[in-house]
Nanobody, 128 residues
Framework: QLDLVESGGGLVQPGGSLRLSCEVF????????IGWFRQAPGKAREGVAC?????????YYIDSVKGRFSISRDSARNTVYLQMDRLTADDTAAYYC????????????????????WGQGTQVTVSS
């Protein structure tokens, strides 16, 4: 079982940066894929960036954030980060950390393999 707790959202101006954190309370030694998802009002939820605790597994990003967002993991702190740079109004959304065991980063992020662990979400608003 995994418990996920997000933090780090807020209001930022266009072009600014934010870093989201997802603290992972792990009650299993099994590997899992974990990532960040977002949902804007009136839009479908989408996977933004995902990584895996399986050694050597690739990270995954949706095209709209490539080169601007970076996902990383600090295993000592059991925390996954999403560094978001050059933010635009289109990045405004509720952001969620989510995970699933025994799946790939692409399957998780494209929601072809539904996450079964979710955090409570944190709001990111990009506005001047």
């Amino acid at each position: 079982q995994l418990d996920l707790v997000e933090s780090g959202g807020g209001l930022v101006q266009p072009g600014g940066s934010l870093r989201l954190s997802c603290e992972v309370f792990v009650f299993t030694s099994e590997w899992y894929a974990i990532g960040w998802f977002r949902q804007a009002p009136g839009k479908a939820r989408e996977g933004v960036a995902c990584l895996s605790t399986y050694y050597g597994a690739p990270t995954y990003y949706i095209d709209s954030v490539k080169g601007r967002f970076s996902i990383s993991r600090d295993s000592a702190r059991n925390t996954v980060y999403l560094q978001m740079d050059r933010l635009t109004a289109d990045d405004t959304a509720a952001y969620y950390c989510a995970a699933r065991r025994f799946t790939t980063t692409q399957a998780l992020c494209t929601l072809s393999s539904d996450p079964n662990y979710w955090g409570q979400g944190t709001q990111v608003t990009v506005s001047s």
